[in-house]
């Protein structure tokens, strides 16, 4: 593993606890959050459309696999929350009924998120490297999760996000844009925090998205009012969001 995908696992696994205490309020994301909502109900729906028209009433049970061909259309769209962290989200989106899977490389992250989403199954991994069959999720959710990933590796991991989603799936990314790449934290609450941040700025995040065979919907950027996390390096950071569609 990259050292500095490590360190910042690390610095997450020690302070997890701290992290969750401090950054419970979710307002910061609400808007972000509701857009993807809406954004993923619409790709539901329109799958269900779709595949009323062809395949009748003849749809077989849903089985772990890819959306095109073995989902039945009355099934909740499918959303996977990459570095779900405590959770939040992951509930939020099971509170819409979607169904969702909690996904982080932070062990004490996903014990949270296993008791906010008791229906769901978190699942441990890096977000580099997916553990999930092609065409799978309506909806992929990462919230300042991917800007840990060491730039070189971003390409492949948006390759992955996009082989995870199903035709017409959405995906909606946070990422830092301001001070330089690579940069360090500056200034944090934590004793020896390690994590590692790279920064971009709204023409490279949509370059990024476009080469990894997406269609770029919206680029927004915020002041961290309401593109952000919460995170305590906020301060000062701009924001960008990404939502794209495959």
Not at 213 to 235: C, N, R, Y
């Amino acid at each position: 593993m990259d050292e500095r995908v490590r360190d910042t696992a690390e610095t997450y696994e020690r302070v997890a606890d701290d992290y969750a205490d401090r950054h419970g309020d979710r307002s910061v994301v609400a808007d972000i959050v509701a857009e993807f909502v809406t954004a993923v109900d619409a790709t539901g729906a329109d799958r269900a459309g779709a595949d009323s028209t062809t395949r009748g009433d003849e749809s077989e049970p849903a089985e772990p696999g890819p959306r095109s061909d073995e989902s039945d259309p009355a099934d909740p769209p499918r959303v996977l929350d990459v570095g779900c962290g405590p959770g939040w989200e992951s509930a939020a989106f099971a509170e819409a009924g979607f169904d969702t899977v909690p996904f982080d490389l932070t062990r004490s992250f996903l014990d949270r998120a296993r008791e906010r989403v008791p229906d769901g199954v978190p699942v441990r991994g890096d977000m580099r490297a997916l553990p999930f069959a092609d065409d799978g999720f309506d909806g992929l959710w990462a919230c300042a999760s991917l800007l840990h990933v060491p730039e070189r590796d971003v390409p492949a991991t948006l390759a992955e996000f996009e082989r995870v989603l199903a035709d017409g799936g959405v995906t909606l990314v946070s990422l830092k844009v301001a001070g330089g790449p690579g940069e360090r934290v500056d200034a944090s609450p934590y004793d020896e925090d390690r994590r590692h941040f790279e920064r971009y700025d709204p023409d490279r995040a949509r370059d990024l998205f476009e080469t990894a065979g997406f269609e770029v919907v919206d680029v927004a950027t915020d002041d961290g009012d309401d593109t952000g996390s919460g995170d305590d390096t906020d301060a000062g950071d701009d924001w960008v969001a990404v939502t794209a569609r495959v």
